[in-house]
């Protein structure tokens, strides 16, 4: 008797796996597609806050894949570095125009004529 179940549970097991397998001899489990990120940061323009708040990184056992994290970090980061050069420039380009507005010392032109005698 114990060996008729056995051999029961060792057909039942066998059939459950070949109808999850694909249900019979030569077929298999078809390929998982890899996890990407299903909206990647748009290249042709600058980055948006509503692009970083729609990016979901997919997800691996031991947390996000490396690689697209990276990927974007890296585009980010670029973006914030162009963003703060960008803002630098204007307040060197803001700061002179301000400066050149008040006459500030040292500039040519800046001395008043004095009274000559007629």
Do not use: C, H, N
Request: no cysteine; hydrophobic share 55%.
């Amino acid at each position: 008797m114990f060996w008729f179940l056995l051999i029961a549970l060792v057909v039942v097991v066998a059939a459950v796996t070949l109808a999850v397998a694909g249900g019979g001899p030569g077929a298999a489990l078809p390929e998982a597609a890899p996890d990407r990120v299903a909206w990647p940061l748009p290249a042709g323009r600058p980055l948006l806050r509503a692009d970083v708040e729609a990016l979901r990184l997919p997800v691996t056992l031991r947390g996000y894949r490396m690689a697209d994290a990276d990927d974007a970090f890296d585009r980010l980061g670029a973006e914030l570095a162009e963003r703060d050069a960008r803002i630098a420039e204007l307040e060197a380009a803001l700061a002179g125009a301000q400066a050149a507005a008040k006459g500030g010392p040292g500039l040519v032109g800046d001395t008043a004529p004095e009274d000559e005698p007629s």
